[in-house]
């Protein structure tokens, strides 16, 4: 059974930094493809960042710059370090994780990032 639990999310002023974290069980983070998505106030669902198994990085254009994604391999734990923070990135902020041997995606429950201006 795979559970993605995230947290650190909260509120913060804009300007401000959080780290999210992203604790796995059931799937092996290392060699898999992770990332995290957003779903703000009446938006889509969208991809914020990803990494490979390869340890290739994705941001979407929004973010670069100010968000970084991570993984400790160890705590098989995903993180996503997010600097100089924008009242438009306020949303949901949920981890997913794509087994790699049959491409299903996993989710967590997410957490709340809201940031005021």
């Known amino acids: 059974q795979v559970q993605l639990v995230e947290s650190g999310g909260g509120l913060v002023q804009a300007g401000g930094s959080l780290r999210l974290a992203c604790a796995a069980s059931?799937?092996?983070?290392?060699?898999?493809?992770v990332g995290w998505y957003r779903q703000g106030p009446g938006k889509e669902r969208e991809l914020v960042a990803s990494?490979?198994?390869?340890?290739?990085?994705y941001y979407v254009p929004s973010v670069k710059g100010r968000f970084t994604i991570s993984r400790d391999n160890a705590k098989n734990t995903l993180y996503l370090q997010m600097n100089s923070l924008k009242p438009e990135d306020t949303a949901m902020y949920y981890c997913?994780?794509?087994?790699?041997?049959?491409?299903?995606?996993?989710w967590g429950q997410g957490t709340q990032v809201t940031v005021s201006s």
């Open positions: 990494i490979s198994s390869g340890g290739n990085t």
């Open positions: 997913a994780a794509r087994r790699r041997t049959n491409q299903e995606w996993y």
């Open positions: 059931g799937i092996i983070f290392s060699v898999n493809l």
